[in-house]
């Protein structure tokens, strides 16, 4: 995970737009709960940070790597819907905030 963006999905988005309905779930790697915890006390992250015990969610979404070692980070963005709105595997909150603005707005 990366500490840029988690604290950054902190500010720019959770705290924006939690009120509105935005859900924020993040997934931390498979190198131990205590250390997941450590990592999102030292951040001050107040959204969840779910633990990929055994690399299940990684498996899913990173079909045929053997390692956690896939391109980080993974953004995604469901709608009220279900369906994907947004994928990247750059960090753009600009354009996070764009589709999440569109979403809210339905």
């Known amino acids: 995970m990366c500490p840029s963006e988690v604290s950054d999905i902190e500010q720019t988005l959770w705290q924006k737009y939690k009120e509105q309905g935005l859900v924020v779930w993040a997934i931390g790697p498979q190198d131990g709960l205590s250390n997941l915890q450590t990592f999102q006390e030292q951040m001050g992250v107040t959204y969840p940070i779910l633990y990929d015990d055994g690399g299940l969610a990684h498996a899913e979404y990173n079909p045929g790597q053997k ?26 909150p600009n354009e996070m905030i764009a589709v999440i603005e569109a979403a809210l707005e339905k």
């Open 67 to 92: 390692t956690t070692n896939s391109v980080y980070p993974q953004d995604w963005i469901i709608g009220p819907d279900g369906n994907v709105l947004y994928v990247n595997t750059a960090y753009e």
